[in-house]
């Protein structure tokens, strides 16, 4: 369920700022490139929660 959310919300997120960035830009929007974006973003997201320790840290 926390990967379809985290892809949900990506997906979202990434499809208003294609949206504001190709009005900005007088170009036309394309909801594919949101699409691709949000993929990618949600995949380097899992890859760096995988290769964060979650280890308790030692006082020193």
């Keep these: 369920m926390q990967y379809l959310m985290t892809f949900i919300w990506t997906l979202i997120l990434s499809e208003m ?13 394309h909801a594919e490139t ?11 997201l899992f890859v760096l929660t995988a290769l964060i320790p979650n280890d308790p840290i030692e006082k020193h």
């Design 17 to 29: 700022v294609v949206y504001v960035v190709s009005s900005m830009n007088g170009a036309a929007f």
């Design 34 to 44: 949101g699409v691709l974006i949000s993929i990618v973003a949600t995949i380097l």
